[in-house]
């Protein structure tokens, strides 16, 4: 279970900045899941606390980042716009996430 663990936690820290105050751990894990399967999380140090695909940016402090930010990325035309806009990442990333068949 310690995946599992490390799994929530790393919810948890993206979406509060390392503040853990999710209602609920095992709905976090069960949503991140989706996440993961493009996005990995690790922090500035290297330390890798969720292996994940490399498709998308790395998640660690996503919160507070303007969307589409991440230094020699390439993010799609329509995130680009809204990154330019000023939108940020805030406790609802997932708001933009596209998945297949959304935004990016």
Request: net charge negative.
């Amino acid at each position: 279970m310690k995946t599992s663990s490390s799994m929530a936690l790393a919810g948890a820290m993206i979406l509060t900045g390392g503040l853990a105050q999710a209602a609920d751990p095992a709905q976090g894990e069960a949503d991140f899941k989706r996440c993961r399967s493009c996005h990995e999380v690790v922090a500035d140090n290297g330390t890798a606390i969720v292996k994940g695909g490399k498709t998308g940016p790395n998640l660690y402090g996503v919160v507070g980042r303007t969307v589409a930010s991440v230094e020699d990325f390439r993010y799609s035309e329509s995130l680009e716009e809204v990154g330019e806009s000023g939108v940020v990442w805030d406790e609802e990333p997932c708001g933009l996430r596209r998945g297949p068949d959304g935004l990016a």
